[in-house]
T-cell receptor
Framework: KAGVTQTPRYLIKTRGQQVTLSCSPISGHRSVSWYQQTPGQGLQFLFEYFSETQRNKGNFPGRFSGRQFSNSRSEMNVSTLELGDSALYLC????????????????FGAGSRLTVL | KNQVEQSPQSLIILEGKNCTLQCNYTVSPFSNLRWYKQDTGRGPVSLTIMTFSENTKSNGRYTATLDADTKQSSLHITASQLSDSASYICVVSALTGGTSYGKLTFGQGTILTVHP
């Protein structure tokens, strides 16, 4: 079965611009969560969506937002880009979400690498 | 503040040898602990997930242990292979509010390099 698909894989923006990243989860998965990965901070949780509702949010400023559509596809948006937003943005899908164990494995996409100049 | 600390930061071993990676956490209330393997340029891949009541879980040559009393976990890799070279990330999920919607806290990872 198809995995988690993230687009675009690479993009370059300049400070002040905004960017939208897309994530298509595994078919049947209702939870999509987003993460930022940088060499200095490692992986950090951004937010999780389940059935079109934001269910959990990490400690990021309001410039970072997201949404989920009825087909479970999700987008995240970063407005007013800063140099520090340069990172690999990963999304993961799962059946029930990040807080459950057992079979609720998070499957990650390959990521979208954002460079802010 | 919820924290996950991993040690060592990096490790170099010879192919065929065993190694153990450590993870200490202060996340509370605890929901579950996961180990992931991340190859360079790829997304993390799940190795194991353990809840409070589980103290050992294996996935092939990978064996994770959990001591919920001391809030420590380890990942043991047996008979290492060149393909084991990767970053290994410990992730702890906390229960939030009255439901199990987990907020994830990530360790910085241990970079393992396996030499022939």
């Amino acid at each position: 079965k198809a995995g988690v698909t993230q687009t675009p894989r690479y993009l370059i923006k300049t400070r002040g611009q905004q960017v939208t990243l897309s994530c298509s989860p595994i078919s049947g998965h209702r939870s999509v969560s987003w993460y930022q990965q940088t060499p200095g901070q490692g992986l950090q949780f951004l937010f999780e969506y389940f059935s079109e509702t934001q269910r959990n949010k990490g400690n990021f400023p309001g410039r970072f937002s997201g949404r989920q559509f009825s087909n479970s596809r999700s987008e995240m948006n970063v407005s007013t880009l800063e140099l520090g937003d340069s990172a690999l943005y990963l999304c993961a899908s799962s059946l029930s979400g990040t807080g459950y164990s057992g079979a609720n494995v998070l499957t990650f996409g390959a990521g979208s690498r954002l460079t802010v100049l | 503040k919820n924290q996950v600390e991993q040690s060592p930061q990096s490790l170099i071993i010879l192919e065929g040898k065993n190694c153990t990676l450590q993870c200490n956490y202060t996340v509370s209330p605890f929901s579950n602990l996961r180990w992931y393997k991340q190859d360079t340029g790829r997304g993390p891949v799940s190795l194991t997930i353990m809840t409070f009541s589980e103290n050992t879980k294996s996935n092939g040559r990978y064996t994770a242990t959990l001591d919920a009393d001391t809030k420590q976990s380890s990942l043991h890799i047996t008979a290492s292979q060149l393909s084991d070279s990767a970053s290994y990330i410990c992730v702890v999920s906390a229960l939030t509010g009255g439901t199990s919607y987990g907020k994830l806290t990530f360790g910085q990872g241990t970079i393992l390099t396996v030499h022939p």
